[in-house]
């Protein structure tokens, strides 16, 4: 695939898309906490853990687009993030919602590799990179969100389970040993 020069529009575009994407993973970073928060508050130790663990994550995307438009010589600003949801009525509000935020994430990355797709712009490998690495974040979400429905509502199996989650890599599909 050829790169082309682009226009000072496309430019802008491009910037704008980076700029969008950043802020929002350091929202999902933010909201990670917020849930990680309420997760210790209501005596969920381990679930929290994982949320905790899960903005290093988020971190580490914003800084990752930040330096992708770096090398391009753009300068991503870290604009102001919205304030994020902090109060839950119980548990499956909190994986519901983190499950919704992963596919919102993916969404924003699936439009950006599309405009960058059309326009031929430098965000094309950055897109790719994260298209996979997003099918992964909902696959995560969508098992811890499973294993609480299966726990049947009882914290305690769940408290027990939630880190066998991400550790082993069973919620990877396409994972199976060759």
């Known amino acids: 695939m050829i790169i082309k020069k682009e226009t000072k529009d496309q430019k802008d575009q491009s910037c704008n898309l980076l700029q ?15 849930m990680a928060s309420w997760c210790d ?4 130790p381990e679930t929290a853990k994982f949320f905790a663990e899960h903005t290093h994550e988020e971190r580490n995307h914003a800084l990752d ?3 992708h438009g770096l090398m391009q010589g753009i300068r991503v600003k870290f604009g102001p993030t919205k304030e994020m949801k902090s109060d839950y009525k119980d548990l499956m509000e909190v994986l519901e919602d983190s499950l919704a935020r992963e596919k919102e994430t993916s ?7 599309e ?5 031929k ?6 897109a790719q990179k994260y298209i996979k690495e997003q099918l992964e974040e909902e696959q995560l979400f969508l098992s811890v969100l499973s294993l609480w429905k299966k726990c049947t509502g009882s914290k305690i199996d769940f408290e027990m389970e939630i880190g066998k989650v991400k550790s082993c890599g069973a919620h990877k599909r396409g ?4």
Do not use: D, G, W
Request: charged share 20%; net charge negative; glycine share 0%.
């Open 20 to 34: 969008h994407q950043v802020i929002h993973e350091l929202e999902n970073e933010r909201l990670y906490f917020e």
């Open 107 to 113: 969404a924003m990355i699936q439009n950006m590799y």
């Open 65 to 67: 687009f930040m330096n």
């Open 41 to 44: 508050h209501n005596n969920l």
């Open 121 to 126: 712009t430098f965000l094309i490998t950055i």
């Open 175 to 178: 994972a199976l040993p060759q």
């Open 115 to 119: 405009i960058a797709e059309k326009e």
